[in-house]
C-alpha cells in the first residue's frame, strides 16, 4: 500500500513557474514508477510526465515537452514536477500516481493516486 499526497500547486501568470511534490509514504517508493496526471474541468484526466523506478527513463507529454521536468528523489520518498512557461491551458488539477510495472503514460496501468493538487495559470 502507498500512500501519496501532492503539494505545490497555487496560482500563477502565464510565464510564470511551480513545482509540484508528491510524498509516498512507506518503505518500498523505489519500487515503484511515478507519473503525474492532470484533469480540467470537463475532461479526461490525461498523462503529463512518467519517471522509471531509478529516474533514468522519464516520458513527457508533447504537450509539457521541453517546459516541464521529472525527478524523484528515492531517499526522501518524493517524485518532483517542475512547471516552467506556464500557460493557461496547463489549469488543472494535477496527480501524482504509483505503478508497480514498467513506467507508462497509461493511466490504467497506476495502482495508486494522491488527491491532487490544484495549479491555475492565469493570462
Known amino acids: 500500500q502507498v500512500q501519496l499526497v501532492e503539494s505545490g500547486g497555487g496560482l500563477v501568470q502565464a510565464g510564470g513557474s511551480l513545482r509540484l511534490s508528491c510524498a509516498a509514504s512507506?518503505?518500498?517508493?523505489?519500487?515503484?514508477?511515478m507519473g503525474w496526471f492532470r484533469q480540467a474541468p470537463g475532461k479526461e484526466r490525461e498523462f503529463v510526465a512518467a519517471i522509471s523506478r531509478s529516474g533514468y527513463t522519464k516520458y513527457y507529454a508533447d504537450s509539457v515537452k521541453g517546459r516541464f521536468t521529472i525527478s524523484r528523489d528515492n531517499a526522501k520518498n518524493t517524485v518532483y514536477l517542475q512547471m516552467n512557461s506556464l500557460k493557461p491551458e496547463d489549469t488543472a488539477v494535477y496527480y501524482c500516481?504509483?505503478?508497480?510495472?514498467?513506467?507508462?503514460?497509461?493511466?490504467?496501468?497506476?495502482?495508486?493516486w494522491g488527491q491532487g493538487t490544484q495549479v491555475t495559470v492565469s493570462s
Open positions: 500516481a504509483a505503478s508497480s510495472r514498467v513506467v507508462s503514460g497509461n493511466k490504467r496501468e497506476y495502482d495508486y
Open positions: 512507506g518503505r518500498t517508493f523505489s519500487s515503484y514508477a
